[in-house]
């Protein structure tokens, strides 16, 4: 393209512009006009409703966009006319409409010879529709080269080729939400005539008031705003409108150089009213003390901001059931020499404390036994059952009140006896079980954390303790105590589960422990052990739960996910082969936004589990979630080739369309959304005529008229696109070139080189499970079982994920195939390599006017 001409297909005057200078005459802008809320319309609409205020606006005093003439006296003349955001400006396809406004969408008003201020009061901007665009380019081109030359000057066909490309072109990066106005000042010359040009002034953007970029960014409403240092937390976002390719979720320190960005995709933007992502760790993780920054909706290509939100990062708690902050608990201070406990307690047993009146252990009555020399009981402690304490004889006592002391005096007695007689047995054989026996009405006392002494035996991984309690507790009426909670909703099942205490929750369950009791989450033993990702825990878990529980492997706890969900996060494929053997539903939709367990592992990009999901589990490749979204969805906005490979050689469907309006991301006002429909229509209803067989032209959102994205409008990268046509191969018949990536030099393998390398593996009876191995593509192996041709189709999903032939050339070296070497070798340095363009691409209002006009099927109407 010629450069030269492009400079000056700008300067609508011919002769030089005036230097700008302190003594020269010079144009400024007084009063910018007003950056948004200003709609564009349609001609179709009429004029617009009042002129394009100023930027100090207001109800009750208005102003409107205002140039003035600096160091200059005598005539002059303005002219305003729409410019593209861009720098340098570019001339723009809409126009300006108005009283002082000519066809060519330029509004000119005299100034001077005393008053030099010009102020544009009844400016409107008329809306081209995209289809129009480029022909208003062209005209608009047209006239300015002609305005260079002389009147009545004919262009020659090199230059209308010129101008066509230069118009195309400029047609493809046009943002038609976004103008600017360029303001020209021209002196009179010697004849009268305004033709010496000072040089121009470029005001401020201009945002169309329906466009999502016209809004101001606002937050209106967040569900958390604190979460761990580490990141990963999931918060819902209320905002205003917003683009879904073109918003960040910024967060950043003022006082320090930090800034990080929310992790989410396409998907994760309802409606361009809300955004659901994760926040980002932040930039020190052994942080002692909660941490406040700031975040921010920003704008990519705009760069503005919305009002920041405080946001509070806090140390990372990985100990949130709190079993290690209670294992690392002081014991209680130790007894002095068993005389009595701290602070004239009780003594060991029941026995007298330090202090007059000491009870027993349990509270017990009070009497004088004979004791040793060192105070301790000779042959028992004290009672159980608790009682007053009674001295010797006093007046006025009766013969009831001294029975009722014989009577309580012999129980105790008693009782020291046989605690007595359990001590010695003990000391004797080391078995704990028959003081544990006496004191088992005691195994429900709780700690200020609501814990028992099973709790507490858990925690702590006294497993001998543990059983000795449990077989205690078992064969005694206080058996409720098995299924005591502590004041995280707990059992002594849920705390083993934990712990990974794997023969302990055998015991336990044996022994009567409920496994459909649910936590402070609302989870049962299944979840937890389910989210340990624990395979023989979940094995004892379901195999010893009661048949009333069998319908806990399809509960949801009180976050909505059920057992498969907790399962995938932690890359569970034999947890997920269990539950479904025991009954769970692979395709039961968690219950805040309808994922199941194979959308969550798209989500999480885990191959391996999505895989063995779909061939061994048989979940539904198809299912959507709430809003929509098949798992091939979420793979396309990912960008991933190799998963997007894998749910449609498994049957998933191209087609399907999410909620997401098409056209509500790229239409600059309702209206908008109504023509952009009318021209769909349109334009579907020629592309029809033509018979399209080619599945792709069914993927083009400008040739359907579709109600939501399909997985190939979100798709991140060429490849993907390319995948989703049912492209194997680049399409070498596509006139248009682009650079190849480094990425795709190594790249040679198509549908014809593929047959060949399959006839010669089958020649030499090379096993494709071998070749699979040696290319690291064995996590999909039940895929290409199931194929009619193994070999071709692994062979087809190592291209399309991206796979290179030096890569291919040494695992067949590996394998001694010298046939296929020497064939990949052959082919290798004359393979025309087309583009496969691998930058990323958001999908969402991203395609360009120049891209229809590029295309055969369109352009040609």
Not at 226 to 234: I, P, Q
Not at 262 to 280: E, L, M, N, R, W
Not at 674 to 685: A, G, H, L, R
């Amino acid at each position: 393209m010629d450069f030269e001409y492009l400079q000056e297909s700008f300067e609508v005057k011919p002769e030089p512009f005036e230097p700008e200078t302190v003594e020269g005459p010079y144009l400024q802008i007084m009063e910018e006009p007003k950056q948004r809320g200003f709609r564009f319309r349609y001609e179709c609409e009429g004029p617009s409703h009042g002129g394009l205020p100023g930027a100090t606006s207001e109800r009750n005093r208005r102003t409107y966009p205002t140039v003035e003439l600096v160091n200059y006296v005598g005539q002059a003349r303005i002219e305003v006319q729409l410019v593209t955001h861009t720098d340098p400006p570019r001339v723009h396809a809409h126009s300006l409409v108005g009283r002082h406004c000519n066809e060519n969408g330029i509004c000119t008003l005299d100034v001077g010879p005393t008053d030099l201020t010009a102020q544009f009061s009844n400016l409107g901007i008329l809306h081209v529709t995209k289809r129009g665009v480029f022909e208003v380019l062209s005209k608009r081109l047209r006239e300015e080269k002609r305005r260079m030359k002389e009147p009545g000057y004919k262009l020659s066909d090199g230059e209308q080729q010129v101008i066509l490309q230069e118009a195309k072109e400029l047609s493809k990066s046009m943002d038609l939400n976004i103008v600017r106005l360029k303001f020209t000042a021209y002196l009179q010359d010697s004849n009268g005539s305004f033709t010496r040009a000072l040089k121009p002034v470029v005001s401020n953007p201009i945002y169309d008031s329906k466009s999502p970029n016209a809004s101001n960014l606002k937050i209106s409403r967040m569900d958390k705003t604190s979460g761990s240092v580490l990141g990963g937390e999931e918060i819902f976002l209320l905002c205003d409108k917003v683009q879904k390719d073109d918003i960040d979720i910024r967060f950043y320190e003022e006082e320090e150089d930090w800034e990080a960005f929310g992790d989410f995709s396409p998907t994760d933007v309802h409606k361009q009213y809300a955004i659901v992502f994760k926040t980002p760790p932040y930039r020190c993780a052994d942080i002692t003390r909660p941490v406040t920054v700031f975040l921010q909706l920003k704008r990519k290509k705009g760069g503005d901001c919305s009002e920041p939100k405080q946001f509070t990062y806090i140390p990372n708690n990985q100990d949130k059931e709190e079993v290690q902050r209670k294992r690392m608990k002081a014991l209680p201070q130790p007894y002095d020499n068993w005389r009595g406990g701290p602070q004239g307690g009780a003594g060991a047993f029941g026995g007298p404390g330090s202090g007059t009146g000491g009870s027993g252990m349990g509270g017990g009555f009070q009497f004088n036994p004979p004791v040793d020399g060192s105070g301790f009981f000779v042959g028992g402690c004290g009672g159980f059952s608790g009682g007053a304490q009674m001295s010797g004889s006093t007046k006025n006592t009766t013969t009831q009140p001294n029975l009722i002391q014989n009577v309580l005096q012999n129980r105790a007695a008693l009782g020291a006896k046989v605690n007595a007689c359990a001590l010695l047995q003990y000391s004797c054989t080391g078995d704990v079980r028959p003081l544990l026996h006496l004191q088992r009405h005691l195994c429900g006392v709780q700690d200020e954390n609501g814990d028992t002494p099973l709790h507490l035996a858990i925690i702590h991984q006294q497993t001998v303790v543990a059983q000795q309690l449990i077989q205690a507790l078992s064969s005694s009426p206080q058996q409720k105590f098995i299924n005591k909670v502590n004041k995280f909703s707990q059992t002594p099942l849920h705390l083993a589960v934990i712990s990974k205490q794997t023969r302990l929750v055998e015991l336990l369950l044996r022994s009567g422990a409920d496994s459909s009791l649910l936590d402070h989450n609302g989870r049962t033993v299944i979840h937890l052990a389910a989210h340990t990702g624990d395979e023989s825990m979940l094995r004892v878990v379901l195999s010893l739960q009661g048949e009333d529980c069998s319908h806990l492997v399809n509960t949801a706890d009180f976050s909505g996910q059920y057992p498969v969900h907790l399962a995938v996060k932690k890359d569970g494929e034999h947890c997920l082969r269990l539950l479904v053997e025991a009954g769970a539903k692979i395709n039961m939709p968690e219950q805040k936004s309808g994922c199941t367990a194979l959308h969550l592992a798209v989500k999480d990009n885990l191959l391996k589990v999505a895989c063995n999901l779909i061939t061994e589990l048989k979940a539904d490749v198809n299912a959507c979630t709430y809003g929509g979204n098949s798992p091939l969805h979420f793979a396309a906005s990912q960008g991933s080739p190799p998963l997007c490979s894998m749910l449609i050689a498994a049957g998933a469907d191209k087609r399907i369309e999410n909620d997401e309006p098409l056209f509500l991301s790229s239409s600059s006002s309702d209206e908008d959304d109504e023509q952009e429909k009318n021209e769909t229509d349109d334009v579907v209803q020629q592309v029809h005529s033509l018979a399209i067989s080619s599945e792709r032209k069914l993927f083009n959102p400008r040739k359907r008229a579709a109600v939501g994205h399909t997985p190939f409008d979100l798709a991140r990268c060429q490849k993907v696109r390319d995948l989703l046509n049912g492209s194997k191969a680049p399409n070498h018949s596509s006139p248009k070139k682009t650079r190849i990536s480094p990425e795709e030099d190594n790249q040679g393998l198509d549908d014809e080189l593929i047959t060949k390398l399959c006839v010669i593996l089958t020649k030499d009876h090379v096993p494709w499970k071998d070749l699979a191995e040696k290319l690291g593509m064995l996590t999909l192996s039940h895929l290409y079982q199931q194929s009619t041709s193994p070999c071709q189709k692994l062979l087809e999903n190592y291209q399309v994920s991206g796979g290179a032939v030096d890569g291919l050339l040494e695992a067949l070296q590996s394998l001694g195939v010298s046939d296929g070497v020497r064939l990949l070798r052959d082919r290798q340095p004359t393979e025309d390599k087309h583009s496969t363009d691998g930058t990323e691409d958001s999908g969402f209002g991203s395609q360009s006017i120049g891209e229809e006009l590029t295309n055969p099927a369109v352009a040609n109407h």
